[in-house]
C-alpha cells in the first residue's frame, strides 16, 4: 500500500470513529431538549413576586382574554430562554426571510416566516419581562396591533413568498419591521433575566 493509500485509509477510519461517537453520543442525548424537541409542550408554572402577581391580577378579564386568544398559537414553551432571547431568536428568522426574499425563493422565505411568527415563548412568561408599571391596559392595549402588524404580517409575507410575488412580501416584510420597532420604543426586555421569577 503506498504512502497516499495509507493516509487515506486513515483519514477514513478516523471519520468512521468520529461518526460512531458522534451517533453514540447523540443517542445518549437524544431526549427533550433535543435537536427534534427544543421546547416543552405546555409552559412550566414558576413562582413569581408578590408585586408581579397583584399587578397582573389588576388586568381586566376582557384584555386577559384577549391576550391568550392573542398568543395562542405559541404552543413551544422554554424553560430557558428569556424575552431577550427569543427576540434574538426573532431577529435572527427574521433576516432569513428577507435574505430568501431578497433571492426570491419563496419557500424558504416562508418557512423563516412561519416559524417566526410562531416563536418559542419565553421563560415564566412574556409579561414577566416587561417593566411592572407596563403591565397595565393602557400599555399593553398596544400589543393587538402590534401583533397583528408582526405575527400576522409574517403569515401574510409567507402567503405571498409561496406564491412568488416578491413585491407584495417585501412590502408586506417593511410592514412587520415597522410593527418591531414599535414594540422596542414601548417596551425594553432590560438585560434579559426577569425580576419577578421566583423558580
Known sequence: MSRKQSFIAA?????????????SAYADTAKYPSVD???????KQYKMSKEFVDQVSKLPPEFVAQFKKMTSKHTRFSEDATARQVMMELLSDTQCVTTMLMVENGEMAADCAIRAS??????GHLLAYVQLNQINADSLG????INELVERGLERVAEFAIKKDFISAGAEMGNVL?????????FRFDKGTS???RE
Request: include cysteine; charge should be positive; hydrophobic fraction near 45%.
Open 11 to 23: 483519514v477514513v477510519a478516523i471519520a468512521m470513529v468520529g461518526t460512531t461517537a458522534v451517533n
Open 37 to 43: 424537541k427544543t421546547s416543552a409542550d405546555s409552559a
Open 118 to 123: 410562531a416563536h418559542r415563548w419565553p421563560k
Open 142 to 145: 398596544a400589543l393587538p396591533g
Open 178 to 186: 415597522k410593527g418591531c420597532a414599535t414594540c422596542h420604543s414601548m
Open 195 to 197: 425580576p419577578y421569577i
